[in-house]
């Protein structure tokens, strides 16, 4: 599989705590192809972050392998480390923590650009800030402006133009959209888009919000609490949800139609803690459909082409 | 879409004030804080002015018994000490003593202080708890009681006393260094530097530093403040800068005998000190203000 530019082995990291081991992320796989995204979705605290900050490396992780390339990026040390970086990037979630309040909007993008030397010359780097900024639909007046003289969608450009500083063929996005008003989502989502055509990005699109990650990924993993319950193309997975975490989710979405009513799937209880998880489905203390199988974790099963599944009920449907 | 093509002079025009112009304009709005860079200004230029004028050797350590508790006049404005001294002369020139003290010493325990503190927030666990542990033994020694035991030890003289105020005031540093730092080290655009390959000192000195900055230049111009007020309290129980130099510390120690009498030979050199102090805590609270680009019109 030469274009595949990601691929993810069995991913662990747990973190110790007082009580015990946090298991936010426990044994992924993940495949990301080149020039397409992989949108990877799941409510707050299933580790959905943590997967991302871990294929950048600012976490380690316990367990596994990340190949970049054919690359293990855990096995480099800190210089090879600094060259695969180059083609790694992160787009982070919130616009106003991710900027440093004391640098101008120049000082920011051309941090990456000084750091790894590319450019001497401030002349050159002048000149390829103001181009990065024009790519990501920044106002060339706003070059020596500070952070917080800005909106929330101009801070995410900004964010934006510092991670393609170094011409990345990879990119975490962090959940760019979950901080800004839904008319900006639109247009930076849209903007990512024109982005990954231009430069041929491969997208890792981690969010909790399933409704932006339709128009957006080629492929959709679903987490629960640190496991992958559902992973398919995009279209397979909305027109046939298997698992009945990813049927609950679905129904969330609220359809943009007057006096359409739609049936929900509530999920009932509150989120198993991911601290030392029993062995039975993540999932089985709020499933509506738990039985006596639902005791021992069931593997992700491939039930139709690309369409794999992590449910008992399923499987041998 | 803006897709506008700009040449680097375009880009020029753009360019604001410099960061040191853009905080001198903030500074500039404050006048308690003009004020204090006033006095320590007019502090610096009597010391150098004092320097130049007066002899130590005859007018500052010289005794005229004949002159002895003159009350302030126009001739002594401050009036005369128990050996016959002009207390004026004295106060003035003395004030080289204090300013020297005060910032040499918080130059030395800023800058361990702050590495260390820094180090310690940045880095955490281990460092950090070595750092901040010992940082609380020393702290758990009264710091007049730590400056007479190094001055004891390695005897009393200007430089001694520089070093000596410089090491107590470390732990202080370090503290507030660290607490700083821990609040910034979260945040993600430190992540973001180490995304982009900025190395930690990189990071450390252009992300954390900078935004960190605030509480230790506070700490610095409140570092000098105490930092002369320890120094007179040394020399007022005589084991700062030897007699017969005129620090305000030891005019005061020896003043003290004539309170109850002649209560100028206390007033003045007391007032120096007040003055100082004041102007240092007040430049301070206006530096802290400028620095913040988020207070800017």
Sequence with gaps: MSDTILEIKNLKKYFKTKRGMLHAVDGINLTVERGKTLGLVGESGCGKSTVGRTILRLIEPTEGEILFEGKDITKLNRRQLKLVRKDMQLIFQDPYSSLDPRKTVSQIISEPIIANKILKSSQDIHNRVAELMSTVGLAARLFNTYPHELDGGRRQRIGIARALAMEPKFIVC????????????????????????????????????????????????????????????????????????????????????LGVKKERILIKGEITSPINPPSECRFKKRCNYAHDKCDVHPELVEVSTGHFVACHLVGKQ | MVKEKYTVGELKAFKKRSIASEVWRNYKKSPSAMAGLIVVCLLILVTIAAQVIYDYDTDIVQQDIMNRFKEPSLEHPFGTDHYGRDVMVRVLYGAKYSLS????????????????????????????????????????????????????????????????????????????????????????????????????????????????????????????????????????LGLGVPVPAPEWGAMLSSGREYIRDYSYLTFFPGLAIMITVLAFNLMGDGLRDALDPKLKQ
């Design chain 2, 101 to 236: 003290v005060g910032i040499v010493s918080v130059a030395i325990s800023c800058f361990l202080g702050s590495s260390l503190g820094l180090i310690a927030g940045y880095y955490g666990g281990l460092v950090e708890n070595i750092i901040l542990r010992t940082c609380e033994i020393f702290m758990g020694i009264p710091s007049i009681l730590l400056g007479i035991a190094i001055m004891s030890a390695f005897g009393q003289s200007l430089l001694v006393l520089m070093f000596a105020i410089g090491l107590v005031y470390v732990p202080m540093f370090a503290r507030t260094a660290r607490a700083a730092v821990l609040p910034v080290r979260d945040q993600e655009y430190i992540e973001a530097a180490k995304v982009s390959g900025v190395s930690d000192l990189r990071i450390i000195f252009t992300h954390v530093l900078p935004n960190a900055m605030s509480p230790i230049i506070v700490q610095v111009t409140m570092g000098v403040a105490n930092g002369i007020l320890t120094a007179s309290s040394l020399s007022f």
């Design chain 1, 174 to 257: 962090d959940e760019p959209v979950s901080a800004l008003d839904v008319s900006i989502q639109a247009q930076i989502l849209n903007l990512l888009k024109e982005l990954q055509a231009e430069f041929k990005l491969s997208y890792i699109f981690i969010t909790h919000d399933l409704s932006v990650v339709n128009h957006f990924s080629d492929d959709i993993a679903v987490m629960y609490l640190g496991k992958i319950v559902e992973k398919a193309p995009a279209e397979e997975l909305f027109a046939n949800p298997l698992h009945p975490y990813t049927q609950a989710l679905l129904s969330a979405i609220p359809i943009p139609e």
